[in-house]
């Protein structure tokens, strides 16, 4: 990974991952539980669906995968009518919309996200420019733009709806985003679109102490299972968020794939609860986590 343009983000998270461990804190622990409340909304599970798009069996079923399982789903890039399918599902959806060029095209997904009984709706900033900068980035047939705060503020102030920005990776993007409003951010380097970026969850942290709980904080990019995602509980995060895993199940086994994926993860992370006498997701204490040096 020495060399620069080969950089890759994914892997650079991994290896700060796989060099965290865990003590253990039996004596006296309890089963514990994974619910969560989100904004007044009980969830099973601190784990849920990442933004995905170009999913083959459609997303509207991943959604419902989230649902069966309890758990929170957002999703990416789809026409309206897909996004109007993923709604119908009831499931609890975060709608990421992308930064287009076109101000009016977000403006209207924000409207039809609140008509159509969405949860919340987001922005994946980091997707308005390409790894290269180019000014022309486009997404499909879509152009995109990088937005200006004044138009960022403005897409907050529209909707009634929590808003959330995704790509934030910075205690100054996290004061920005409550600066305007916004109900949280998801700390993401969009599956290594920017290189060299720090592993999100090494920055929690720090955010946290920044904002304290006035956000929800949501971190992503290569976590792969239930202890990771303890650990990145345990940093400081609210609700973790996965994608790639979820890709072969649904394809091979539908909602249900979903369903058992996070349910399976959601048993991998009360594991790791348990042995750290975590009763509860916010009861993880973050000093159970351990840099290994001799694992670097
Ligand atoms: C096939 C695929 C499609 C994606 N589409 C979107 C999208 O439409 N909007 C978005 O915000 N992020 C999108 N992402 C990025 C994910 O939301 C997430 O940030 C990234 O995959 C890192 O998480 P992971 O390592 O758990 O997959 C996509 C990622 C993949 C792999």
Same mark, same amino acid.
């Given at each position: 990974?020495?060399?620069?343009?080969?950089?890759?983000?994914?892997?650079?998270?991994?290896? $700060?991952?796989?060099?965290?461990?865990?003590?253990?804190?039996?004596?006296?622990?309890?089963?514990?539980?994974?619910?969560?409340? =989100?904004?007044?909304?009980?969830?099973?599970?601190?784990? #849920? %669906?990442?933004?995905?798009s170009?999913? *083959?069996?459609g997303l509207a079923?991943?959604a419902?995968?989230?649902?069966?399982?309890?758990?929170?789903?957002?999703v990416?890039m789809c026409e309206e009518p897909e996004m109007a399918q993923v709604l119908a599902t009831?499931?609890?959806?975060?709608e990421?919309?992308?930064?287009?060029?076109?101000?009016?095209?977000?403006?209207s997904r &924000?409207?039809f996200a609140?008509a159509n009984?969405?949860?919340?709706?987001?922005?994946?900033?980091?997707?308005?420019?390409?790894?290269?900068?180019?000014?022309?980035?486009?997404?499909?047939?879509?152009?995109? *733009?990088?937005?200006?705060?004044?138009?960022? *503020?403005?897409?907050?102030?529209?909707?009634?709806? !929590?808003?959330?920005?995704?790509?934030?990776?910075?205690?100054?993007?996290?004061?920005?985003?409550?600066?305007?409003?916004?109900?949280? =951010?998801?700390?993401?380097?969009?599956?290594?679109?920017?290189?060299?970026? &720090?592993? !999100?969850?090494?920055?929690? *942290?720090?955010?946290?102490?920044?904002?304290?709980?006035?956000?929800?904080? &949501?971190?992503?990019?290569? &976590?792969?299972?239930?202890? /990771?995602?303890?650990? +990145?509980?345990?940093?400081?995060?609210?609700?973790?968020? =996965?994608?790639?895993?979820?890709?072969?199940? $649904?394809?091979? /086994?539908? +909602?249900?794939?979903?369903?058992? %994926?996070?349910? %399976?993860? %959601?048993?991998?992370?009360?594991?790791? #609860?348990?042995?750290?006498?975590?009763?509860?997701?916010?009861?993880?204490?973050?000093?159970?986590?351990?840099?290994?040096?001799?694992?670097?």
């Amino acid at each position: 990974m020495s060399d620069n343009k080969n950089a890759n983000s994914i892997q650079i998270a991994r290896k $700060y991952l796989d060099s965290l461990v865990v003590e253990g804190r039996i004596l006296g622990a309890v089963h514990p539980t994974s619910q969560v409340t =989100i904004l007044g909304k009980e969830f099973e599970t601190p784990i #849920m %669906t990442a933004a995905l798009s170009h999913l *083959k069996p459609g997303l509207a079923g991943y959604a419902e995968g989230a649902k069966a399982a309890g758990a929170l789903a957002s999703v990416g890039m789809c026409e309206e009518p897909e996004m109007a399918q993923v709604l119908a599902t009831g499931a609890s959806v975060i709608e990421i919309i992308k930064p287009y060029a076109d101000k009016e095209a977000i403006l209207s997904r &924000i409207r039809f996200a609140e008509a159509n009984g969405a949860f919340g709706v987001g922005m994946d900033v980091e997707h308005s420019v390409n790894s290269d900068d180019d000014a022309d980035s486009m997404v499909g047939p879509y152009a995109m *733009k990088l937005p200006t705060l004044e138009e960022l *503020k403005e897409y907050v102030a529209s909707t009634n709806l !929590p808003f959330f920005f995704k790509g934030a990776l910075s205690v100054q993007d996290a004061l920005t985003a409550r600066e305007i409003g916004a109900a949280g =951010i998801i700390l993401s380097h969009h599956n290594s679109l920017m290189k060299w970026a &720090i592993p !999100p969850y090494a920055l929690l *942290k720090d955010i946290r102490a920044a904002v304290g709980d006035d956000l929800i904080l &949501i971190a992503d990019g290569g &976590i792969e299972d239930g202890f /990771d995602a303890f650990k +990145v509980l345990a940093l400081g995060a609210d609700l973790v968020s =996965i994608g790639k895993p979820f890709i072969a199940p $649904y394809n091979t /086994d539908g +909602v249900e794939g979903v369903r058992q %994926t996070i349910e %399976t993860m %959601t048993k991998e992370l009360k594991a790791l #609860m348990v042995r750290t006498g975590s009763k509860d997701v916010k009861s993880i204490d973050p000093s159970v986590i351990h840099e290994a040096w001799w694992l670097k």
